[in-house]
């Protein structure tokens, strides 16, 4: 959530910065494409946050793909990308260990 707030106040003021430049007043076509730029930059930057994948939600989706109980969760850095790494007990008493890239 507060990245979300990020990245609109990033791309207000990159928007802002970008498109009232008086000096691309005079050039239309200039203009109308730093507007296109702008616009595919930042909707790919929002995209790839919304891959993301919390913590809660991936304990979630692996119990329940597996039908098992969340022993434990955590996030951890691996290689320079975040893991979550969680703990499960299945119904026929075995512990497993599932990762789930955070990205």
């Known amino acids: 959530m507060i990245s979300g707030f990020i990245q609109t106040g990033l791309s207000t003021l990159a928007y802002n910065a970008l498109m009232k430049s008086p000096r691309l007043?005079?050039?239309g076509r200039l203009r109308s494409a730093l507007r296109v730029l702008v616009v595919l930059l930042f909707g790919c930057l929002i995209s790839v946050s919304a891959w993301a994948i919390?913590?809660?939600e991936a304990a979630e989706r692996v119990a329940r793909q597996h039908d098992a109980q969340v022993i434990s969760a955590q996030t951890v850095e691996r290689g320079g990308r975040r893991v979550h790494?969680?703990?499960i007990l299945t119904r026929d008493?075995?512990?497993?260990?599932?990762?789930v890239p955070a990205d």
């Open 54 to 56: 919390s913590l809660q």
């Open 25 to 27: 007043e005079s050039t």
């Open 85 to 87: 790494v969680i703990r």
């Open 93 to 99: 008493g075995v512990v497993k260990t599932i990762r």
